[in-house]
């Protein structure tokens, strides 16, 4: 019988956003849901949206859920969100977009929880009409599920690490335009065989954009003209937990502000450590 209380977290949130120019308004967080330190389920859903020129959607819906499965002893919580017929200014739009964070702890175990990105994918993204091809890493980060297993496969297998590096800009530097830099965390990182690391976490693409007809691309970033960036796919990596945001639009012209789409996180863990 596990007689240890277990704390859950998970926290899913659909679409929320601010424009600062030329008039100053914020989109409230719609469909946010959050889980008691005791789990259960929590959803939340936003009907159609229109607001100004700027944001419209059929709808978006977030579920997070924490539970015990006494049979194998683990402990599961999951984050999910889906967006619907999301249109950006008539620039950017997506048929739909969905968000999956899964995540399980071995009850009494020290070992590094499981959490899979797997299910997050974008349906039908297009750019002014155009479709963006995008490459999906989800299964690749559904497989290495732990830290430890990013890290070792990191350090083992050559492809690998040249693939991030590329799709990272690890160590690019200045080779990246000025306005994109925020985006890469890792631009002045030294290559030494490790995963790059900051307080404890990684920082990963989930997706890479493969083709954005009449845009820039770095990455998972995209530089619209008239528009601005479209940051894709962010998934950050910590021992303990993974958080993942799909879609922010970082508005810089005719429009200044930002729209985020699905984000969402998990983790949790005992409190009390095992013997």
């Known amino acids: ?162 693939g991030f590096h590329r799709d990272a800009c690890v160590g690019r530097g200045t080779a990246v335009p000025e306005r994109r830099r925020k985006y890469f965390p890792w631009l002045r990182h030294q290559a030494n065989g490790e995963m790059p690391v900051h307080r404890g976490q990684t920082i990963v693409p989930l997706f890479v954009v493969k083709s954005a007809p009449g845009c820039e691309v770095d990455g998972n970033v995209i530089y619209i003209p008239d528009f601005g960036h479209l940051h894709l796919g962010e998934l950050v990596i910590a021992p303990e937990q993974r958080r993942l945001t799909m879609l922010h639009a970082d508005l810089g012209s005719p429009r200044k502000g930002q729209i985020m789409s699905l984000s969402g996180a998990g983790n949790g863990g005992e409190t009390i450590p095992p013997p």
């Open 1 to 162: 019988m596990n007689d240890r209380r277990f704390h859950y977290h998970a926290h899913a949130v659909g679409v929320s956003g601010r424009i600062t120019d030329p008039f100053d308004e914020e989109i409230e967080v719609q469909a946010a849901s959050a889980l008691p330190t005791s789990g259960g389920r929590s959803s939340a859903r936003h009907p159609a949206y229109q607001w100004r020129d700027v944001l419209s959607h059929k709808g978006v819906s977030t579920e997070t859920t924490g539970k015990h499965h006494p049979e194998t002893d683990h402990h599961e919580t999951i984050a999910s969100a889906t967006v619907e017929d999301i249109d950006i200014c008539g620039v950017v739009q997506a048929d739909a977009i969905t968000l999956q964070v899964r995540c399980l702890h071995a009850g009494g175990s020290s070992d590094e929880p499981r959490i899979s990105p797997h299910g997050s994918e974008f349906h039908n993204l297009r750019i002014h009409g155009k479709k963006v091809e995008l490459v999906s890493y989800v299964n690749h980060y559904h497989d290495l599920d732990t830290m430890t297993k990013v890290r070792d496969h990191y350090r083992d297998n050559a492809r690998f690490r040249d």
